[in-house]
């Protein structure tokens, strides 16, 4: 079919058939009124005076479902500002047009740590959950804990520099030139990132699987099964261990037992803080070192690919 110039209409149609497929945006905006939260936004972060002109600032409450967004899909400054000029969803959830001013990184970031600086974070977010639950969205299908990593811009220091900042300290010379440590980020850490290297065609493993370095922070949440949807949430520089943070984003108020997150939470005490907490283990088990699923080596016709066997299959093998 020939491109032709976008139609007037073209921008709602297109809406439409994203809610026929299923907006969870636009439910989360017709179910919640937003309004409830401007006396304690505006009470947090005041306006400065305006009298001797300027750029009008973004209205408290568009900038709160700014962060609610960020938040429910994990986003970054940067990502998140690009995805509100690049998805409907997001426009349509703001109130935006396409011809409409977005806010720039620099803007979430200020707004949210104005809130963090006023300590309301936490009591607006516990809010919006529980307008959430009286909507309906109830967490009844236990959880799903996982780590993201967020890239940060590398940085361009020394070795010197490099482990006077792991130390905890300022490197010399950087306190006396104020622009160059504002730009400098001091919290974000290397980490590596490893994939699993593939089988071989002649159904041998790689002895070393891949490894991916990465510069910049985790966000680990808590998601619930039944709507998708983050509610517990902190986080830390990339080097820090997953599963050392299980404990601080489990969600003491879903109404299902069932935890479920990757190897890397797995250990002896995370297991013990389960049980003591009424919790039940569904955090997946490492393979055995050196050893192939048993699934996998059943038929040849498997041999040059991934194991497709269930996990419940493969949680017999490793009982029998």
């Known amino acids: 079919m020939a491109k032709g110039t976008p139609g007037f209409f073209d921008v709602d149609e297109r809406l439409v058939e994203l809610s026929a497929k299923g907006d969870d945006l636009e439910r989360v905006k017709a179910l919640v009124d937003f309004e409830m939260f401007r006396a304690a936004l505006e009470a947090a972060v005041p306006r400065a005076d305006r009298s001797k002109g300027g750029r009008p600032p973004f209205d408290h409450v568009f900038m709160f479902k700014v962060l609610i967004l960020q938040a429910m899909h994990s986003l970054s400054d940067?990502?998140?500002e690009y995805l509100i000029k690049d998805r409907l969803s997001f426009m349509r959830f703001l109130g935006l047009g396409l011809?409409?001013?977005?806010?720039?990184?620099?803007?979430?970031?200020t707004f949210r740590e104005a809130l963090k600086k006023a300590d309301a974070v936490d009591a607006l977010f516990e809010r919006f959950d529980a307008a959430l639950r009286e909507a309906g969205f109830l967490a009844m299908s236990g959880?799903?804990?996982?780590?993201t990593i967020v890239a940060a811009r590398k940085q361009r220091n020394t070795n010197g520099e490099k482990q006077t900042i792991k130390e905890g300290r300022i490197p010399e010379g950087w306190?006396?030139?104020?622009?160059?440590?504002?730009?400098?980020d001091r919290d974000a850490r290397w980490t590596v990132k490893y994939t699993k290297a593939k089988v071989r065609e002649d159904g041998s493993v790689p002895p070393v699987d891949l490894a991916i370095p990465a510069f910049g922070y985790k966000n680990h949440v808590s998601i619930d099964r039944a709507h998708g949807l983050i509610r517990k949430w902190t986080a830390t520089h990339a080097a820090a261990h997953d599963g050392a943070r299980l404990e601080d984003v489990l969600d003491r108020a879903n109404t299902a037992s069932e935890v479920y997150a990757d190897t890397a939470y797995r250990s002896a005490k995370n297991e013990a803080m389960l049980s003591r907490r009424g919790f039940v283990s569904r955090i997946h088990r490492k393979k055995p070192?050196?050893?192939?699923?048993?699934?996998?080596?059943?038929?040849?016709?498997?041999?040059?690919?991934?194991?497709v066997a269930p996990s419940s299959m493969c949680s017999r093998i490793r009982r029998g």
């Open 78 to 80: 940067e990502r998140c």
């Open 99 to 109: 011809a409409d001013a977005v806010p720039d990184a620099n803007t979430i970031w």
């Open 143 to 147: 959880q799903i804990v996982d780590a």
């Open 175 to 184: 306190k006396d030139k104020r622009a160059k440590l504002a730009q400098k």
């Open 289 to 307: 070192r050196a050893r192939r699923c048993r699934s996998a080596r059943a038929s040849p016709m498997r041999r040059s690919r991934k194991c």
